[in-house]
């Protein structure tokens, strides 16, 4: 009982909440005129920092101490004897800001910490440039390997281009989100290996919002260099549904399938279908999101759908994850399910695949440009 009364204490110091109305609230998104109050806004800031292991509990379950002020730990580090969650707090609350919601993740036997927190803040008493000052003070006591502070209301969206191929459902589903506002992003450009009428949906789509659109012909030799010109100035790439074939002698690409075909002569051709190149993600420098079906890798190649169809499979879906050089292997972001029964038909059995693939899509940039997705080990990822 003692230990819980200390945690409890511990708790009701770090979040500490005002008696402000929540009608004063102004959220992303929210028209001014809508709210009682536009003095206060949004803010949003994840940390990711080291922790010292945690002292030798044989009768409770908190696994890190570091999350709380434990001063009374004899010969604890830096760390523990501070409070990375308190520190947070108190940088919030100093400056006049009020926590609404706060994750933490330390994993067991990793001595890491993970925290996205949620807080509103009048600029005014709290500008801007000083917000950054705080919390990078606060990123060099810890030693952090992350920490980013963002005010959707202040700070420009996100720049991204979108990459796509043919199949242009997640392309089309993205747009419109784009245009309802759902998305917070800014698209500078499409950009695809598929050529496209003028008078296609998507072509009078993107004119009608002054959205460039990119054609470059897959068989281009400078075709990653061109891509790469066109998307320096974005701060991420989405990738829906876009896939090029290279011949089976580019052996210098990374991150590639092996698939066979039967060319018009009947003879066996060999491609590599490949995403983005090594060299080019290397020279790209940025994240990069990318969409598949949940077909793989039991149904490979040519028209996975129908092959998973003919095989009567009952559960289907989607995973969106960032792009490495080794093909759909990247850290996972987001992972959607959809059943499927002896009721379908090819047409509704393919119709429900691609609509959890624009789901999943959806999802993921949405957690990502929210700042709740962080790196985690070597190929995995924290979502809060």
Partial sequence: ??????????????????????????????????????????GIHVFHCPVSPPPTQTHSHISDWSLFDCSE?????????????????????????????????????KNVFYSRSEFIFDPIKWPREQMDEDFFKLSKMFNAMRSV???????PKYKVAVLASKQEHCLVDFLYGWQEGKLPVEITCVISNHDRGPNSHVIRLLERHGIPYHYLCAKENKREEELLELVQNTDFLVLARYMQPVPLQKEAYLGYKLLESLSSKGSLTSYFNMILSGKFLRSYGKDVIN?????LPSFKGGKPAKQAFDAGVKLIGATSHFVTEELDAGPII?????????RDNLRTFVQKSEDVEKQCLAKAIKSYCELRVLPYEMNKTVVF
């Fill in 149 to 155: 502070v963002r005010v959707p209301d202040i700070d």
């Fill in 291 to 295: 969409i598949h079906h949940g077909l």
């Fill in 73 to 109: 730990t004899a010969g604890s580090k830096k760390n523990d004897e501070v409070g990375i969650v308190a520190k947070l707090s108190e940088c919030i609350a100093s400056r006049g800001g009020n926590i609404l919601a706060a994750d933490v993740f330390v994993p067991e036997k």
């Fill in 334 to 342: 987001e992972q959607m399910v959809e059943r499927v029964s002896h």
């Fill in 1 to 42: 009982m003692t230990l819980l009364r200390r945690l409890s204490s511990s708790l009701q110091q770090v979040v500490k909440f005002t008696n402000r109305s929540f009608k004063s609230l102004k959220f992303p998104g929210e028209p001014i005129e809508s709210s009682v109050s536009s003095t206060l806004t949004h």
